[in-house]
């Protein structure tokens, strides 16, 4: 049933389907294009009329994934130039107070949309909330360093949808007051940063960050370094000019092929901090849009009075190793490189990994070991630097595809918290029959921290009280203080 409502920009058109309406593809921002390409983002557009809001709108310019990523993930593409969008679920626009979720996707920064199927927002909208998902700019649209452009466009089109939602979320029977900002990977990295953002100061009154926390953004100088190599591969200068001279899709190729090259030289050295972060187009510390390090700005107070939920899965490293059947080919030689170029105690790391994986082959310390330095480490640094006041929890349910192998992996867990196990790009990354009652179980502290403040277990603090999400859900104390203890002064 057609459904229509007025907001500040006019009219608008959704579709009631049971208890949820949708609105989707609603325009944040101006179309970052010819004129506005690498600009800020604009005040939202204005029309007259009614506008339909009943399909997705224009995904951002984005490199796409590859085999086996792309076999695991589904990533629409919808063509168009308006993708500075968003999209709406409300379980009753006349409601008033009702509070709300903003969703900032993942997928290290240089893909993603919130066309996502399993992004659906509509079993929050069922549970009472009005869930809304964000595009923003990707790749080096959104966060290369170009002379004569802000820095971190795509930062700044997050808090252009937050403010959107600020000034809009109203008439969907949402509260401005009662924001939660959540993300996973490169959105909980979003999240993370924006916490640390003077800019977003006020957006937002909690925050779930998963998989991903306040470590994740490069220098300045590599930045630098990293434009430099793009306008070299298209002849052209570092500027807007420059750049902004170049076809979309000319720069999307370009892009994707520097990605490979840094990937492939990462090793030698010859890209420096890219070697440990290997996203080079993660935004940047600007000394604006991102004063400093996030973490370091949050351990400072920024954003102490965000109420916090952070969470990790416990193999997140398996989705990037084992479907590229990188793990069979792993010895502790290798282990003990990585180690190394972390900067732990090699040996002390070694054994404490081991004692805690005892019959593990060295691909799945390796997993340990990069889960570990890229997400569950950050993550329990932000909340010790809140002095434990913070929800923390652990997906721990493993997938059965690859023989089991992939794990409790990155990006597993999204199908149970939007409770879309029905799905069929689920099965993709599940396997076949999940547990629904992990989705209700996950789905409810969710809901359940956007509506209270408290997701259904005691804050982290001094006990370090962890929840973990598996086969039998329960609160653990302290899980493997020997491996946290390995990154102590380190990470």
Known sequence: ?????????????????????????????????????????????????????????????????????????????VPG???????????????????VFVWIHGGA??????????????AFARDGIVAVAINYRLGADGFARIEGAPANRGLLDQVAALEWVRDNIASFGGDPARVTVAGESAGAMSVGTLLSMPRAEGLFQRAILQSGAGH??????????????????????????GLGSVPVDAFVDAQRELGDRIAAEAPTGAWGEL?????????????DVVPALPYARIAEGAGSGVEILIGTTSEEFAFFLVPAGVTGFVNEDRVRLVLGAYGVD?????????????????GDVLIAVMTDWFFRIPALRIVESRGGRAFVYEFTWRSTLFDGNLGACHALEIPFVFDVLDKPETARITGPNPPQKLADEMHRA???????????????????????????????????????EVWSGVR
């Not at 993708?83 to 509070?99: F, I, K, Q, R, Y």
């Not at 370094?225 to 002849?235: I, R, S």
């Open 1 to 77: 049933m057609d459904v229509t409502l007025d907001i500040a920009q006019g009219r608008i058109r959704g579709q009631r389907d049971g208890a949820v309406t949708s609105f989707l593809g609603i325009p944040y921002a101006e179309a970052p294009f010819g004129p506005l390409r690498f600009a800020a983002p604009t005040a939202p557009p204005r029309w007259a009329g009614t506008r339909d809001a009943v399909s997705f709108g224009a995904t951002a310019p984005k490199i796409g994934y590859r085999p086996p990523t792309s076999d695991i993930l589904v990533e629409p593409v």
């Open 81 to 99: 130039e308006d993708c500075l969008n968003l999209n709406v679920w409300t379980p009753d626009d006349s409601a008033e107070g009702l509070p």
């Open 109 to 122: 920064f240089v893909n993603g949309s919130n066309s996502v199927p399993i992004y659906d927002g509509s």
């Open 216 to 241: 994740h953004v490069i220098s300045e100088a590599t930045a630098e370094k990293v434009a430099e190599a793009l306008a070299q591969a298209v002849g052209a200068s570092a500027t807007v000019e």
């Open 275 to 287: 070697a440990l972060n290997v996203m080079p187009f993660e935004p940047y510390i600007d000394g």
């Open 346 to 362: 090699v040996d002390a790391a070694i054994d404490a990994y081991r004692a805690q994986l005892p019959d593990a082959s060295a």
């Open 446 to 484: 969710w809901i359940d921290f956007v509506r209270d403040g408290s997701p259904g277990w005691v804050p982290y603090g001094s006990d370090r009280s962890v929840m973990t999400f598996g086969e039998q859900s329960s609160v653990v104390d302290d899980p493997r203080p020997s491996t946290r």
